[in-house]
């Protein structure tokens, strides 16, 4: 009997572990978490002698991989020994992340009869992992951590071994450090088991837990094998602007044939905290200058920073009034104009506040060479929106406008309806 094997993976503080549970008992598998091996106490006594090899620093990564991927084919194996018949597969987190891990488990489930099901990555923008971070409490003497959805059953104590509970004071430079060295090693592991797994996908981590949860469950159910591409890349040229010179490329849709534009500047290709901002058309701000909405001049000055990093990447995206189009927007506007908010206008016309369609974003990064991106944003929504789709955000750049008599309404709905981080009251 081949069992499935479902793989978790995720920065620290993008709460992969709990969200490994929460899929273990959904599906009703079993669960391994390294995490737990490392830093339970019941797993220490049982492996002591190979966690103080792992633990010391002077041992090659080599060596590390294997006395962990040791310890985890052992786990795998006294669960086949437990559930003869039972469970039908496992859910494993936090293991492999270097790329020779994935080689050994490759072996393990060779060995003990399972096949790579499913590769989960759960992604979150760097500053929502280091809240999710400090939120949480951490045993003194095991490391074990309690968030909201698994508190301790004695206040401040360990549930493991009575420990002292403590927020760990961490700045978001470590974070970012922790954040980094994982995207180091795991982007290329996701990458190698892409080839031997029946479904791979991301899923934001920029959300509630059970939000997150019950978004993994979706897309495991419709069976999403993200590596398609939908776009390709036409030639390009140099353009010069009253901003500066960039490179213009277009992509074009291989279904409908649609079009949408990047604008490239400086080398991207070394792939790292690229500046971006991913702008959906307006024509009336992007074009006629009004003041209605602060596109027009969100764009500029996107624009007018890419510029001066000499480095960045402007995504336009042609959809009209957030995804709904031209002939609605003004019908939406006519509402507006009766009282109507621009969320509360677009509803009334039958549309979502928000039907923006963010495929392409990761389709141009990947293919322009970006790894991971600093956006330039005020929505909350779109960088959820983006993580979903697997695009790695390390920060959240805010690009304000000045507030005019005509748009305040409609920047304030932003800020109170739709989450975005706005200075406008
Ligand atoms: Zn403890
Ligand atoms: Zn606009």
Not at 13 to 25: D, H
Not at 93 to 101: H, I
Not at 270 to 291: A, E, N, P, Q, W
Not at 295 to 323: A, N, P, T, W
Request: one cysteine or more; aromatic letters at 10%; glycine letters at 8%.
């Amino acid at each position: 009997m081949c069992r499935d094997m479902y793989i978790l993976f995720g920065p620290p503080g993008s709460g992969k572990t709990v969200q490994a549970r929460f899929l273990s008992q959904r599906l009703k598998l079993d669960g391994i978490s390294w995490g737990d091996i490392y830093w339970g106490t019941k797993f220490n006594k049982k492996y002591k002698g190979q966690i103080a090899v792992i633990k010391k620093e002077a041992i090659s990564d080599r060596t590390r991989s294997k006395e962990i991927a040791k310890i985890i084919d052992k786990e795998i194996g006294s669960l086949t020994l437990r559930n003869k018949g039972g469970k039908r597969g496992l859910v494993l987190d936090g293991f492999p992340r270097r790329l020779g891990e994935a080689r050994l488990l490759l072996k393990i489930c060779k060995k003990r009869g399972y096949r790579i099901k499913s590769l989960i990555r759960i992604n979150p923008s760097l500053d929502f992992s280091a809240n999710r971070f400090k939120k949480r409490l951490f045993c003194e003497k095991c490391r074990a951590y309690y968030d909201e959805l698994n508190l301790p059953k004695k206040k401040g104590r360990c549930d493991l071994d009575g420990g002292r509970l403590s927020h760990m004071d961490i700045s978001k430079e470590s974070v970012a450090k922790e954040f980094n060295t994982y995207l180091d090693e795991c982007l290329e592991t996701f990458e190698y088991l892409k080839d031997y797994a029946d479904i791979f996908f991301d899923v934001t981590g920029d959300d509630e837990d059970m939000v997150i949860s019950s978004n993994i469950l979706i897309k495991i159910k419709n069976r999403i094998r993200e590596n398609y591409s939908l776009f390709s890349r036409k030639p390009s040229t140099s353009i010069m602007t009253k901003y500066g010179s960039f490179k213009l490329v277009p992509y074009q849709s291989r279904l409908d044939y649609s079009y949408h534009l990047a604008l490239v500047k400086g080398n991207v290709r070394d792939g790292k905290r690229v500046l971006v901002r991913v702008h959906s058309s307006c024509i009336t701000g992007d074009i006629f200058g009004s003041y209605m909405c602060d596109c027009g001049e969100q764009l500029e000055e996107s624009m007018k920073r890419i510029e001066h990093e000499k480095r960045g990447v402007l995504i336009y995206l042609f959809q009209e009034g957030r995804g709904i189009n031209m002939i609605n927007k003004i019908q939406a506007y006519r509402l507006q104009r009766n009282g109507y908010d621009t969320v509360d206008a677009n509803e009334a016309i039958g549309f979502p506040a928000e039907m923006r369609d963010y495929r392409l974003v990761k389709e141009v990064l990947e293919d322009l060479g970006v790894k991971t991106i600093r956006l330039l944003s005020n929505s909350p929504e779109k960088i959820n929106k983006l993580t979903d789709q697997g695009v790695i955000i390390e920060e959240m750049v805010g690009v304000e406008v000045e507030p005019r008599k005509w748009n305040r309404g409609y920047l304030l709905t932003k800020k109170e309806k739709m989450g975005h981080k706005l200075d406008v009251s």
